[in-house]
Structure formats: structure tokens, C-alpha cells
């Protein structure tokens, strides 16, 4: 298991790399935990979706998505907090 990573704190306003927020190498297999009340929606797209979009996966509250596979860039948007932790092959 990695070391734990700082939680993320989403605005609401736009859509966040999450790459970039944690610092963690593009195309690393991902694990995103919504901790708050709201949802928030997860997108893996080379470019930032518009602001309104709704598309990709509505991750609820309390709940865990992996984001496995040839990704360019993860991104996620809700008033919430998420904690994005490296998933490692289990090998």
C-alpha cells in the first residue's frame, strides 16, 4: 500500500485535474473516495470538461471509485472532499 495522500478539497465552481492536485504521475491507476454529503462527478478525458457537463460517473457520497486502464487525465467537480489514493498491482 502507498503512502496516504493529502484529501483533495473540490470548489464546486470547475472541474479539478486530480493529477495535478495530488501530484501523483498521469496514467497512475487511482482510487477516489467521496468523504462528504454531496456527490461528485469523475471524468477521465485529455481535455477539462465545460463546467456544466454531467457526463462520466456520478461517485455518491461515501463511496469509492478505481480508475484503472490507459487514462490521460482524471477530473472531478462537487462542493465535497475526496481522498485519492495510488492503487497498486496486487502482484
Do not use: F
Not at 469523475?42 to 484503472?68: A, E, F, H, I, R
Request: overall charge negative; proline content about 5%; glycine content about 6%.
Amino acid at each position: 500500500m502507498s503512502d496516504t495522500l493529502p484529501d483533495v478539497k473540490l470548489l464546486g465552481v470547475e472541474y479539478q485535474d486530480i493529477y495535478d492536485a495530488t501530484g501523483i504521475t498521469p496514467s497512475t491507476h487511482i482510487a477516489i473516495q467521496n468523504k462528504r454529503s454531496v456527490a461528485v462527478y469523475v471524468q477521465v478525458s485529455p481535455n477539462k470538461p465545460n463546467s456544466s457537463s454531467t457526463d462520466g460517473y456520478l461517485l455518491l457520497p461515501n463511496k469509492v471509485c478505481v480508475v484503472v486502464g490507459t487514462i490521460s487525465k482524471v477530473w472531478a467537480m462537487g462542493r465535497s472532499t475526496i481522498s485519492v489514493q495510488i492503487v497498486e498491482d496486487a502482484a
